[in-house]
């Protein structure tokens, strides 16, 4: 079964600051994609950042990046120079190719203070 | 490019009754998925639409259904609201459905 784990229900940074929001999922499938989506206050859902099991590189958006370690099934993301619109909550879904759908963990809620 | 879009965005229905929601994807997109995002269970399935077929189903009762017209656009339907429908309703549209997923701005349904 898919399962995704975000373990920090809640972060707070500091503007400016570098922060990793940690996610670790469990697939048994060979193909799969995984992404990061920021859900501000409003409900919608803001795709971040995407990385493919196949991909070699890591993801790279902007001050986004995936820090995609395939052994450990984990899926970190970075967020560089933190800012006050950061702010939400933050998901890492995982898209499961053999059910043809997105697998959410419970999120983690970011806080970026002045 | 326009984004997801969805209509309405706020609805407020009595139990009993029921609902259409609807989702316009990016345009070239011809996969559309629905979620059902409460507080208490997070973000759940609900089904992908393809070329205007169901092609995966999530564990939710037969009064959830939808479909998907020839321009892509799709509908959701509840039928007997009860008071636990109430929730964030959101719908992804992607090129195929295994790629970048793109969210709209949610319906959301409150049930009283």
Sequence with gaps: AQKITQTQ????????????????????????????????????????????????QNATEGRYSLNFQKARKSANLVISASQLGDSAMYFCPQWASTLGRLYFGRGTQLTVWP | KAGVTQTPRYLIKTRGQQVTLSCSPISGHRSVSWYQQTPGQGLQFL?????ET????????????????????????????ELGDSALYLCASSL?????????????????
């Design chain 1, 9 to 56: 229900p809640g972060m707070f940074v500091q503007e400016k600051e570098a922060v990793t929001l940690d996610c670790t999922y469990d697939t048994s499938d060979q193909s799969y994609g995984l992404f990061w989506y920021k859900q501000p206050s409003s409900g919608e859902m803001i795709f971040l950042i995407y990385q493919g099991s196949y991909d070699e």
């Design chain 2, 96 to 112: 195929m459905g295994n790629y970048e997923q793109y969210f709209g701005p949610g319906t959301r349904l409150t049930v009283t």
């Design chain 2, 54 to 81: 169901q092609r995966n189903k999530g564990n939710f009762p037969g009064r959830f259904s939808g479909r998907q017209f020839s321009n892509s656009r799709s509908e959701m339907n509840v039928s007997t609201l």
């Design chain 2, 47 to 51: 089904f992908e639409y393809f070329s």
